[in-house]
């Protein structure tokens, strides 16, 4: 089983920053491509970004290109989503998801396995 823990939620102006944190304290993520999503309120759960197994690769979600950068750093075992220029839509509860039997070290928008019981974002206007 593989544990994903998120924490750096939390409440922000829009056009506020955050940085959200994502750790596997059992479980080696190295080679695992590595995701965030997140829940709107009342909405389904969407893709945001991406980054593969080795950093080279990283994928966003239209909307949150230019304002949010997601890195790994595979000596911590961790994974972060930085997010500037925060808007109200970005309100949403945010979760780190892994993709433990890759194919490729491509960053993609599908097939992960796992992931973390989430950290809420709230937007403020």
């Known amino acids: 089983q593989v544990q994903l823990v998120e924490s750096g939620g939390g409440l922000v102006q829009a056009g506020g920053s955050l940085t959200l944190s994502c750790a596997a304290p059992?479980?080696?993520?190295?080679?695992?491509?590595m995701a965030w999503f997140r829940r709107p309120p009342g909405k389904e759960r969407e893709f945001v970004a991406a980054?593969?197994?080795?950093?080279?690769?990283?994928k966003y979600r239209d909307a949150v290109k230019g304002r949010f950068a997601i890195s790994r750093d595979n000596a911590k075992n961790t994974v972060d989503l930085q997010m500037n220029n925060l808007k109200p839509e970005d309100t949403g509860d945010y979760s780190c998801?892994?993709?433990?039997?890759?194919?490729?070290?491509?960053?993609?928008?599908?097939?992960?396995?796992?992931w973390g019981p989430g950290t809420e974002v709230t937007v403020s206007t």
């Open positions: 059992r479980y080696n993520i190295s080679r695992s491509n």
């Open positions: 998801n892994a993709d433990i039997d890759p194919h490729g070290d491509v960053a993609r928008d599908y097939g992960y396995d796992y």
């Open positions: 980054i593969s197994w080795s950093g080279y690769s990283t």
